[in-house]
């Protein structure tokens, strides 16, 4: 049987095994990664804008749904999970970050069907966002109503 380690020899496997980080250096990852989707997004939004005449909103549109599809097919790839391990918060932040969490939750489920595997587990990440985001929605337009109601705004 083999003996149980002592706390000295436990603290020290501990302490190799424990990854070093480095705040600055993962700071400035995100920084540069957040950016370059970023200037992706913008340079979208002056393709649409000027070479395809959209309007400021539709191409703010574009935007976004262009974010996400490349989200979603680097996902499928098994490409982003990668690229957001050396980018940390810079890729999982923006919308991008979002769509990798529901789209990689499909992928993984996918083996159990569409309704209890895709159905049931798609939004295990995604719900609480979109709940609480709708809820704080309805809380801030409730406050608006009220405010304005009374003459306040």
């Known amino acids: ?4 380690p002592t706390k000295q020899e436990y603290a020290k496997r501990v302490e190799k095994l424990t990854p070093k980080f480095n705040s600055f250096r ?7 990664s957040g950016g370059l989707i970023c200037l992706v997004g913008e340079i979208i939004r002056q393709i649409s804008l000027n070479r395809f005449g959209m309007s400021q909103e539709n191409a703010s549109i574009t935007v976004s749904v262009c974010l996400i599809l490349l989200s979603v097919i680097l996902t499928g790839f098994q490409l982003y999970g ?3 391990k050396w980018c940390g918060a810079g890729t999982l932040v923006p919308i991008t970050g979002f769509a990798n969490s529901v789209a ?3 992928i993984e489920y996918q083996k159990e069907g569409q309704v209890f595997g895709i159905g049931v587990k798609i939004f295990t990440i995604a719900g609480p966002v979109i709940l609480y985001g709708v809820f704080a929605s309805w809380c801030a ?5 009220i405010l304005k109601t ?4």
């Open 141 to 145: 337009g409730a406050l608006y109503w």
């Open 26 to 32: 993962n700071c400035r990852r995100a920084f540069i």
């Open 150 to 153: 009374a003459g306040m705004l």
């Open 104 to 106: 990689s939750t499909a």
């Open 82 to 84: 990668k690229l957001a």
């Open 1 to 4: 049987m083999k003996e149980e």
